[in-house]
């Protein structure tokens, strides 16, 4: 189901977080309360259970006002995730150094926002994807058949993990990306 909020505007300038990255989210953050008012009802009458509803709900009222910060909270959970696991080597062999981790920093990357899920050049069409300076995700996602929400603020800590894993030579297959989880044990 194609979940609109903000009006896209693909001349809308980026924006910058606290920590320093820029996004650009297009327009799509920029909603109020009747557009999710409105979402809900079309996802009420599309069937999606109550619990999808109510968690795209309150996450949607949020969004405006806090894409920002969930932004650094996802940078600084990766950054934090990937320090714990210095000296700990990667399946490629690489070995996980403060020297290549120092040099991600908020300005070292962008993220770009998009209100669909998208091609990539693999011939895929994802929700999320990371290279060495950026990572693209949608702002939210309802499976076609209703059961699962993907979100950007779980996407952006998902696509950072997988960004980091790029800086270090780390490109696994879709199956085994870092993400989120623990690099130690990658």
């Known amino acids: ?33 009747k557009k ?12 999606v259970q109550p619990y999808i509803i109510a968690e795209f709900r309150e996450w949607a009222l949020r969004l405006p006002t806090e894409l920002q910060s969930w932004l650094d909270a996802a940078y600084q959970a990766r950054m ?28 070292s990357f962008k993220i770009i926002f998009h209100p669909a899920p998208f091609a990539v050049p693999q011939g ?25 929400l993907r979100k950007c603020d ?5 696509e950072i993990g997988n960004l980091i894993a790029r800086r270090f030579d780390y490109f696994p297959d879709p199956d085994h990306e870092v993400g989120n989880h623990d690099p130690c044990s990658s």
């Open 36 to 47: 999710v008012k409105r979402a809900v009802a079309r996802m009420t009458e599309a069937g």
């Open 124 to 148: 895929l069409t994802v929700d999320g994807c990371a290279y060495n300076d950026r990572i693209e995700i949608v702002i939210a996602d309802l499976s076609n058949d209703n059961t699962w």
């Open 1 to 33: 189901m194609d979940i609109k909020l903000g009006s896209y505007d693909s001349q809308a300038p980026p924006k910058i977080t606290p920590l320093g990255i820029s996004y650009f989210p297009y327009g799509l953050d920029d909603y109020g309360p």
């Open 154 to 158: 779980a996407l952006a800590q998902w």
């Open 80 to 107: 934090d995730g990937w320090r714990a696991c210095i000296g700990h080597r990667l399946p490629n062999g690489k070995e996980i150094t403060a020297s290549v981790l120092d040099k991600i920093t908020p300005v």
